[in-house]
């Protein structure tokens, strides 16, 4: 029997191991899960560019098209890379999972979005331990990615359509957590514009589900992957 390849992408100023360390463990023994740490972040190559999720997402296809087709799992910035992915270049996914993901941000959370792009920004003054941890991960090419990702997350959202929606064909789990309304929104939204769609809610749980919940996530996950596979 072929081994299922898995590609983990993660968020915002994470790392594949520090975002996805549950899921890893508990599927490395049946999968071959490879981490991708984005441009910027982790021990990626290469580092944060202006044009960030263009570029990240040509890295991130690139990587993908030397190892071989699999699934994706995206948390929140990957997983608007993982959906992109979908649309584009269909013929690499098995599948995908979405998690802390919304295909477009509503027009009542742009300012809060703002005013998180200002405390991030600051982060230095506003939270010494987050920039400590942020260093240890990153190195010093912390900051510059910090402001790349965030520029482009706040002001240029990559936005996905519900005409784009409609044509995905690959496989689709949409796992957000509970607690944010706009997240339960968004899970609703999606299932409304692509009935094929798998969705669920985490309860218990936040934007990072995965985190989180990681028992309730990994067997939902799980679900998915072995129904999916072939």
């Given at each position: 029997m072929t081994i299922e390849r898995v590609y983990f992408l993660h968020g915002f100023m994470g790392t594949g191991e520090s975002h996805f360390l549950n899921q890893i463990s508990n599927m490395k023994n049946d999968y071959e899960c490879i981490l991708i740490d984005l441009p910027g972040h982790g021990d990626a190559a290469v580092e944060a560019t202006d044009d960030y999720f263009e570029d990240t997402l040509k890295y991130v296809v690139t990587q993908i098209k030397n190892k071989g087709k699999g699934f994706i799992i995206g948390l929140s910035l990957g997983a608007?890379?993982?959906?992109h992915i979908a649309l584009r270049e269909p013929e690499l996914v098995s599948g995908i999972v979405l998690t802390g993901y919304s295909p477009y941000i509503p027009e009542e959370l742009k300012g809060v979005m703002e005013k998180q792009n200002e405390y991030f920004l600051n982060i230095e003054e506003n939270?010494?331990?987050?920039?400590?941890?942020?260093?240890?991960l990153h190195g010093e090419k912390w900051k510059a990615t910090l402001e790349k990702v965030l520029h482009i997350m706040t002001f240029h959202y990559p936005v996905?359509?519900?005409?784009e929606i409609e044509q995905i064909k690959v496989p689709?789990?949409?796992l957000n957590g509970s607690s944010e309304l706009h997240?339960?929104?968004?899970?609703?939204?999606?299932?409304?514009a692509n009935l094929k769609f798998n969705a669920?809610?985490?309860p218990y749980a936040g934007h990072?589900?995965?985190?989180?919940?990681?028992e309730i996530y990994n067997l939902l996950?799980?679900?998915?992957?072995?129904?999916?596979q072939g």
């Open positions: 608007s890379l993982a959906i939270d010494r331990d987050i920039a400590t941890q942020f260093m240890s996905v359509t519900q005409a689709v789990l949409v997240e339960v929104e968004a899970v609703t939204y999606l299932k409304q669920g809610l985490v990072t589900a995965n985190i989180e919940q990681p996950v799980r679900r998915f992957l072995e129904e999916k």
